[in-house]
């Protein structure tokens, strides 16, 4: 039966979508090519902002920092959730119990629920030069020479964050990893028992075979969600000291709040955009493509 | 996209209780998983104690000793100093309210996609994909100067639409391929019983679809509660604010000495953990499917 007139279930939602996000996003497209202080009139200037952007050393230091936030973000809890997602499913739940597998995942996850304010009280605290606990710690073991201003020196900065950000992100993979592996017939597993292989032989042959529509879901996710990240950056370092954990969208946020140069944000902003929507249609490309084979 | 709930495996992987006892690896194996749980873990537990540790407590035995007394005046200093009642009502009416209508306009947007199968409507779905993917920074700036036209910046009706929208581009996503799957047959009774279209919505789709529509409200709600970027433009005035921008803001605040940072880490990190505890089991089944397209 053709059902028909159904559309006027989406006029609330196309609306609301174009107030909320069509035409801003058309906005800053549009300020994007002009001088804009965010009061008075735009000027058009072309592509000044982009050849600017382009030339402008923080930019590029911020995207490389994005690198390597994705790194942290998107590839080692990836790769680390998967082995312990494996762990946990295939040898802690059947060597112990379900219980116990259970409890490694909520415990695993539980950073990934807190909100990203609270994460940066918790680890400005913990990293805090003065009263923070980590030189506590080291001092007491006798390593106080190892003891730093973490999140204060531009050499140590990033690398603080990145573990920071690998502790939120744990989680996420384990939970998505270990609810791939329910779909996965007991029986293969059993079978590669008896045909004598080890736990890392089918742990490559058959967890990672099985389980790649998950892996690509969680890598994407994760890379744009790095891509993406603010919140983090802004409460633990502030994109400093002296830029070196700068971010795009750090980047952008200064631009537009604090230095009042509205379509230098936007080319940015813009940016940053078009580089996420281009990577979400790589990736979907090669999910479909690996999902064809399979 | 399926939306079945995790399966816990049954009792028969389990392995006889003999061979249980065979292998002494096997602990070996946990007591490293433990201490990987413990690094996860220690930063909350860290702060938990110190966040009811007296100022002079902390001085004399460091952040590693347990508190030789409770001591709550950290956390009530805190408290009364944010006034921090408000800022929970602030985020709890607001996280509310964008999942409930959050919900309801990701029904609406679903029913015409998902079962109506208006024209156009791959195109639409592309719509909600790439809304999802987009950063907040590319909408913030016009957001915020739209939203002072309107007299509406500085206010939680303003957050309330925007993430309304945000959310329900995911809701309408996630739904869709759910109502794609949707029985026939149940649409067909009840247009034989007469029924219209909003009426087969509120009276057969909803209903049957409500376990997702579950799912749907707790992401919402977390999600909102959590959001700190659109909240720190929008929410200026310490009324307005919610939990995470009144925490945000006044980190590196210097009238913060070392407990009362940590009480004020333990209060923020509370919410939290009650609504994971309550929508633990929501919540695990939700992040699955997501996944599964």
């Known amino acids: 039966m053709r059902r028909r007139g159904y559309w006027v279930f989406l006029i609330p939602g196309v609306l609301l979508s174009i107030l909320v996000i069509v035409v801003p996003l058309v906005m800053t497209v549009y300020t994007s090519f002009t001088k804009w202080n965010g009061v008075g009139d735009q000027r058009w200037i072309g592509f000044d902002n982009y050849t600017r952007l382009f030339e402008d050393s923080l930019f590029w230091s911020s995207f490389g920092n994005i690198v390597l936030l994705i790194l942290a973000m998107a590839v080692v809890p990836t790769l680390l959730g998967l082995f312990l997602a494996a762990v946990l499913f295939d040898y802690v739940a059947k060597k112990f119990s379900n219980r116990w597998a259970s409890l490694f995942r909520s415990g695993f996850y539980l950073p990934q629920v807190i909100p990203v304010a609270v994460t940066g009280i918790v680890w400005g605290w913990i990293l805090h030069p003065e009263y923070g606990a980590l030189n506590k710690i080291l001092d007491t073991i006798g390593l106080g020479s190892l003891a730093h201003n973490w999140l204060g020196e531009p050499g140590s900065a990033l690398y603080s964050v990145m573990g920071i950000m690998i502790w939120v992100q744990l989680g996420y993979p384990i939970v998505m990893f270990m609810a791939g592996l329910q779909r996965v017939d007991p029986e293969l597993y059993e079978a590669a028992d008896l045909d004598g292989a080890t736990w890392w032989q089918r742990f490559r042959k058959i967890t990672v075979y099985l389980i790649r529509p998950e892996f690509y879901v969680v890598l994407v996710t994760t890379t744009i969600s790095a891509l993406k990240i603010f919140g983090p950056i802004f409460v633990l370092t502030g994109g400093g000291p002296s830029n070196a954990t700068l971010v795009p969208s750090y980047f952008a946020y200064k631009n537009f709040f604090e230095k009042a140069q509205v379509g230098y944000g936007s080319a940015i902003s813009t940016v940053l955009t078009v580089l996420i929507i281009a990577l979400s249609i790589v990736f979907l490309r090669l999910q479909n493509r690996a999902e064809r084979k399979a | ?293």
């Open chain 2, 1 to 293: 996209m399926t939306l079945t709930a995790n399966r816990t495996p049954t009792a028969k992987t389990e392995p006889p209780k003999a061979e249980k006892r065979a292998n002494p690896v096997r602990f070996v194996i946990l007591a490293a998983l433990l201490a990987l749980l413990l690094i996860v873990i220690a930063p909350l537990l860290i702060i938990t104690i110190n966040a009811v540790k007296s100022p002079a407590d902390y001085a004399g035995g460091g952040p590693l000793s347990l508190p030789s007394s409770l001591y709550w005046d950290g956390i009530v200093d805190f408290w009364n100093r944010v006034d921090f009642g408000m800022k929970l009502w602030n985020s709890f009416i607001t996280s509310f309210t964008v999942a409930v209508l959050g919900v309801l306009l990701s029904i609406l947007n679903a029913y015409a996609l998902g079962i109506g199968k208006v024209k156009g409507r791959v195109w639409f779905l592309v719509f909600f994909l790439v809304a999802n993917l987009l950063p907040q920074e590319v909408l913030v700036y016009p957001l915020y100067f739209l939203s002072k036209e309107a007299g509406l910046y500085d206010s939680l009706i303003s957050i309330v639409i925007i993430f309304t929208v945000i959310q329900a581009a995911f809701g309408t996503y996630l739904l869709t391929s759910v109502y794609q799957e949707f029985p026939t047959e149940l649409l067909d009774a009840a247009d034989v019983d007469g029924a219209g279209k909003l009426r087969t919505l509120w009276s057969v789709v909803v209903p049957v679809s409500r376990p997702t529509l579950g799912v749907l409200f707790t992401f919402f709600f977390i999600w909102t509660w959590n959001e700190f970027f659109l909240p720190l433009v929008f929410l200026v005035s310490n009324d307005n604010q919610t939990v995470p921008v009144a925490l945000g803001v006044l980190q590196g605040d210097r009238l913060m000495d070392a407990t009362m940072t940590s009480a004020s880490g333990l209060i923020g990190i509370l919410p939290a953990m009650i609504f994971f505890l309550v929508f633990q089991r929501t919540l695990t089944r939700g992040i699955t499917a997501g996944a599964i397209k």
